[in-house]
């Protein structure tokens, strides 16, 4: 059953005159209790997409399309509904817990708020739930009147888990939630998420550029490319049966399958090349890949995959 589908989705910024097309007629569904992965290179889009679910961009985005939550668009919500929705009914793991982190706050104090702001509790019940969480996600709760600053990367990347499923929201968005941290580190915190994902019956919105680690977590993947997505199936046909080319580079590009990383860069999201966006990289492209712009269809049933390979099969 969908509990976030969002529909040809667009999130567009105008920078220094040009305009950038971050997201460009996305259209993505998490169902209830899956964990959905969203993978592709630096500079896609993918930050972009979760942070436009609870609208926590710059003043100078435009939207169109449909984010539809439990049966409400988010984005024609006023701003007063949405702050109940952010962090109670969705909750969010931000990129570089150094830089989310208020620094001037203890970390018990900054789980605390959320209570206080959505629960309307007392400060001295927000204390007790804060401790709970934090005792939750593998800390000892007299470390609850430390500061930031005092925390390791991993014990950091906790506070931001105990922070993000502090209100049990029905939909938890991961921002690349391992990025910096050692390889012992990383596995121990996709451990801890899987495992209270599914003990809370939340969904989760898995943003990663790390296979491994989608691997590990996802059951189904969506693959972007320059601000679109370009596939869309379970992680084991991902896996073993991958269909558009950049997603069979993306997974070439690992170590264990040979490392051969896909040659050329990203295009601009402001100067997208004509027809699809991969066609300057594609090692399958053809004429028609120069002039169109290809649509995401349905391969099988549960894949989906925009190439010209595919269109009329």
């Known amino acids: 059953m969908s509990l976030l589908k969002i529909q040809n989705l667009k999130v567009h910024f105008n920078a220094r005159g040009k305009i950038v097309k971050a997201n460009n007629g996305i259209d993505l569904e998490v169902r209830e209790n899956e964990v959905m992965g969203l993978i592709g290179e630096t500079g896609c889009g993918k930050t972009i997409l979760g942070r436009a679910i609870i609208r926590l961009l710059s003043d100078n985005v435009e939207f169109a399309g ?39 706050l203890s970390v018990g104090d900054q789980i605390s708020e959320i209570y206080r702001y959505h629960g309307d509790m007392k400060k001295q019940e927000a204390g007790i739930r804060a401790a709970k969480m934090l005792e939750m996600v593998g800390i000892d709760p007299k470390r609850m009147y430390e500061y930031p600053h005092q925390f390791s990367g991993g014990m950091k990347q906790r506070v931001m888990i105990a922070m993000g499923l502090a209100l049990n929201p029905g939909l938890l968005i991961a921002d690349e939630p391992t990025k910096g941290l050692d390889p012992a580190t990383k596995d121990k915190i996709v451990y801890l998420i899987c495992e209270l994902v599914k003990k809370r019956n939340t969904s989760l919105l898995l943003i990663t550029h790390d296979l491994g680690v989608a691997e590990k977590m996802c059951d189904r993947i969506a693959v972007m490319y320059a601000g679109e997505i370009i596939e869309i199936a379970t992680i084991g046909n991902i896996l073993s049966h991958p269909k558009h080319p950049y997603t069979q580079d993306l997974l070439n590009s690992l170590p264990k399958r040979g490392l051969n990383p896909t040659v050329g860069e990203s295009p601009s999201l402001s100067s997208p090349p004509s027809g699809c966006s991969f066609h300057p990289r594609c090692k399958c492209v053809m004429d028609e890949c120069t002039k169109k712009h290809p649509v995401l269809v349905e391969t099988e049933k549960g894949t989906n995959v925009r190439c010209f390979l595919y269109e009329g099969n």
């Open 66 to 104: 449909k984010i539809i939550y439990k049966g409400e668009d988010l984005l024609c919500l006023p701003e007063d509904r949405l702050r109940k929705i952010r962090g109670k009914d969705i909750g969010i793991i931000l990129q570089n817990p150094s830089a989310a982190l208020n620094p001037v």
